[in-house]
């Protein structure tokens, strides 16, 4: 299935637009992928099954958001967390993201008719090789509307990853230790990088 499903939105679907969209919108949604594996067990189809029809899922709520206006979605899809699975779920997940990264390169030219940036955010050497090449030719640079997937991400590597960089960028001379916004603290101290992690 595409990123962005195809069609006309239903009948049903246009009601309820027209109700949120007579609000106020939000420029920004983020959605954390959840609740695959509970509901391939309800419905009584196999796990991969399950992250397959989650990815549908996901491909029709960005649908909605592009038709609701919304120029950024980030979707949570793959935690750093997430490689202590099953290898056989690790593998299911990696096919996954190997067949929607190929398809997201097919559909590049309309992704771009239609202005969208697309940023794969995460640490991706953790990533098998062939699917970092494939996120390398997928991201596309646009203005209009942005979606960001993070994929293989947690809030404390991303923050241990940013303070290492700046560290460096200090180290480089490419970012001054004590910024204007930190000297209009007074007395405040100078920032101290652990570069352990
Ligand atoms: C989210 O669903 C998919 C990924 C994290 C890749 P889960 O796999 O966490 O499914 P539940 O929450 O265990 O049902
Ligand atoms: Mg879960």
Same mark, same amino acid.
């Given at each position: &299935?595409?990123?962005?499903?195809?069609?006309?939105?239903?009948?049903?679907?246009?009601?309820?637009?027209?109700?949120?969209?007579?609000?106020? /919108?939000?420029? =920004?949604?983020? %959605?954390? &992928?959840?609740?695959?594996?509970?509901?391939?067990?309800?419905?009584?189809?196999?796990?991969?099954?399950?992250?397959?029809?989650?990815?549908?899922?996901?491909?029709?709520?960005?649908?909605? !958001?592009?038709?609701?206006?919304?120029?950024?979605?980030?979707?949570?899809?793959?935690?750093?967390?997430? %490689?202590?699975?099953? +290898?056989?779920?690790?593998?299911?997940? /990696?096919?996954?993201?190997?067949? +929607?990264?190929?398809?997201?390169?097919?559909?590049?030219?309309?992704?771009?008719? =239609?202005?969208? !940036?697309?940023?794969?955010?995460?640490?991706?050497?953790?990533?098998?090789?062939?699917?970092?090449?494939?996120?390398?030719?997928?991201?596309? %640079?646009? +203005?209009?509307?942005?979606?960001?997937?993070?994929?293989?991400?947690?809030?404390? =590597?991303?923050?241990?990853?940013?303070?290492?960089? &700046?560290?460096?960028?200090?180290?480089?001379?490419?970012?001054?230790?004590?910024?204007?916004? &930190?000297?209009?603290?007074?007395?405040?101290?100078?920032?101290? %990088?652990?570069?352990?992690?």
């Amino acid at each position: &299935m595409s990123w962005i499903r195809e069609g006309e939105l239903s009948i049903i679907e246009r009601f309820c637009a027209n109700i949120i969209k007579a609000g106020p /919108m939000p420029k =920004h949604v983020a %959605f954390i &992928m959840d609740g695959n594996r509970r509901y391939a067990q309800k419905c009584h189809v196999e796990r991969q099954q399950g992250h397959s029809q989650g990815f549908d899922k996901l491909a029709q709520t960005l649908r909605w !958001c592009l038709n609701l206006g919304i120029r950024e979605v980030t979707v949570y899809a793959f935690s750093i967390e997430n %490689f202590k699975r099953s +290898k056989e779920e690790v593998d299911g997940l /990696m096919d996954l993201a190997r067949q +929607k990264f190929s398809r997201l390169l097919e559909e590049q030219e309309n992704l771009k008719k =239609h202005g969208v !940036c697309i940023r794969v955010l995460g640490d991706l050497p953790l990533l098998p090789v062939d699917i970092q090449e494939l996120i390398a030719q997928a991201v596309l %640079f646009n +203005k209009l509307c942005f979606l960001n997937v993070c994929f293989a991400y947690t809030s404390r =590597h991303e923050i241990s990853n940013a303070v290492r960089e &700046m560290a460096w960028g200090v180290e480089q001379g490419l970012l001054e230790p004590r910024s204007e916004l &930190m000297a209009g603290c007074g007395s405040a101290p100078p920032p101290s %990088f652990n570069l352990q992690p």
